[in-house]
């Protein structure tokens, strides 16, 4: 969850919501090393400051925008449940750096300030009724009831037309390839296709 807000409503937001389970761990450090739930809750000061910002490279002779430090982006991304505090770049860096890990991504957002991170994701939802003009041309997108449930039910919807689209494929690849190797086999061997119209 990246939100604007402070840290102490972010998390009881993300407890009420189930995407965190118990209160954030504060960082304490023994001998330079800190405990495993360091990075659970950030501000978007600290996320910034540890991934070191966004910094464009040529790759394959295109320019693209790649985390500085990608080594503290990869520990970061894997214990992260709320960004609190952090500003449409903190959003747009996320949405850079998990795309470049090669992870899909989906972003919401309803201001004119998500419509760059709505635009770099690979799915933008957008709001359809608090969402403003700006927020609606990025996105893919649009909910029209503005309710998060929808999201996930179109996601169960998409996957699951998704996976009957890729059954039926493989069934008709299938089929027709018997079909075309019988036809084959049979025309150099009987002369004669042992399939008919009937």
Do not use: H
Request: aromatic share 6%; charged share 25%.
């Amino acid at each position: 969850m990246v939100t604007g807000d402070n840290i102490e409503t972010a998390v009881a937001i993300a407890k009420e919501a189930g995407i965190i389970l118990s209160p954030p761990e504060t960082v304490q450090v023994s001998k330079n090393k800190a405990n495993s739930s360091r990075f659970r809750c950030m501000t978007g000061t600290e996320f910034r400051q540890k991934v070191g910002g966004l910094r464009k490279e040529i790759f394959n002779g295109e320019e693209r925008e790649v985390i500085n430090d990608v080594q503290a982006f990869r520990e970061i991304v894997k214990e992260l449940r709320v960004l609190a505090r952090s500003t449409p770049m903190d959003k747009y860096i996320l949405t850079t750096g998990l795309r470049n890990e090669g992870s899909v991504v989906a972003v919401t957002g309803d201001g004119t300030n998500d419509a760059a991170a709505l635009k770099k994701a690979n799915v933008g939802f957008a709001m359809g009724k608090a969402g403003t003009e700006v927020a609606k041309e990025a996105a893919d997108i649009i909910l029209l009831d503005d309710n998060f449930g929808s999201l996930v039910t179109s996601i169960k919807w998409g996957r699951n037309v998704y996976d009957s689209i890729r059954k039926f494929l493989q069934f008709q690849l299938t089929a027709n390839l018997v079909a075309i190797f019988m036809a084959l086999i049979g025309g150099i061997f009987l002369g004669d296709s042992p399939l008919n119209s009937v």
